[in-house]
């Protein structure tokens, strides 16, 4: 489990390195991410899903949960504000899957043991070996 902007992957990523290093399987981040306008929410810097789709990409072996509030905030710096939900989870290849709706205030996923990697054209047998080895070599066993 990371918290909140421990799972930021612009630098310094010292805790993403560190859990890196340690290739999980599976990731949980609760975030407080809040905007000033509802409007805000959902948008560049204001989705729990994206941020969590980063961390996935860069970890590259871990599903990874962005698990966010949602309502009015009441504390803080910046008020008023809301949180905006927008929670859910990437595969190691960072696609994203988005609660529906957004601000639900509570959210099931069936998150499965596998995921996709693109490869790009594969033109044959020797072709998707060479490929498929390279490419699924970036990503640890999820065993």
Known sequence: MLVCADAFTYPPH??????????????????????????????????????????????????????NAVGTNSYGK???SVYCGTSGYATPTGQKIEANPPTAELAFFKISKTFDVQTGPIWDNQDAQKKCSTICADYVSMG
């Open 78 to 80: 910046y008020l008023p």
């Open 14 to 67: 010292q805790a993403l390195d560190t859990l890196k290093s340690l290739q999980p399987d599976f990731v949980i981040v609760p975030w407080g991410i809040t905007a000033s306008q509802s409007s805000e929410c959902g948008t560049e810097g204001f989705n729990a899903t994206d941020f969590a789709a980063e961390a996935a990409s860069y970890l590259k072996s871990a599903f990874v949960v962005g698990a």
